[in-house]
C-alpha cells in the first residue's frame, strides 16, 4: 500500500480487523463475483482511506462505486508518468506493446492513441 510519504508498505490480513472483514464479505458473495486479490486491494482500500490500481474494471466497478473508491488503470499512471517526465511517449508506447503482447486489455491501440483520446 502506498502511504502518503511515498513509501509503499506491505500489508497483512489479520483476522478482527475491518479490513479483514470485508475482505470476507467480498470473498463470500455468491451476486458479484471478485477475485481473492482484488478482495485485499479494495478492503484495504476502503478502510484504510486508499485508492486501487487496477485494469480488471469488469469485476471492481460496483464496489469502486459502492464503497466511493478511486481507480487508476495502468493507462493512467502511465499518462501520468509521462506529464511528469517520468518516461517519454516513446517509453509508454513500448511498455504499452510489450503489455499488448501479454494479451493485457488496454483501451488503445497504442499509448499515443490513448494520449489523443484523453486530451
Not at 482484488?38 to 469502486?64: P, R
Request: aromatic share 8%; proline share 2%; hydrophobic share 35%.
Amino acid at each position: 500500500m502506498l502511504h502518503q510519504s511515498n513509501n509503499i508498505k506491505i500489508e497483512t490480513l489479520t483476522i478482527g480487523t475491518p479490513e479483514c472483514a470485508l475482505y470476507i464479505e467480498l470473498t463470500k458473495k455468491k451476486k458479484i463475483k471478485i477475485g481473492s486479490g482484488e478482495a485485499s486491494v479494495l478492503a484495504f482500500a476502503k478502510c484504510c482511506h486508499g485508492m486501487t490500481a487496477s485494469n480488471n474494471l469488469k469485476d471492481i466497478t460496483y464496489y469502486l462505486k459502492k464503497y466511493n473508491l478511486i481507480n487508476r488503470t495502468t493507462a493512467d499512471i502511465l499518462y501520468e508518468m509521462m506529464k511528469n517526465g517520468i518516461i517519454s511517449e516513446m517509453q509508454g508506447n513500448q511498455i504499452w506493446e510489450n503489455m499488448i503482447q501479454k494479451k493485457q486489455m488496454l483501451p488503445e491501440k497504442t499509448f499515443s492513441d490513448y494520449i489523443l483520446s484523453s486530451n
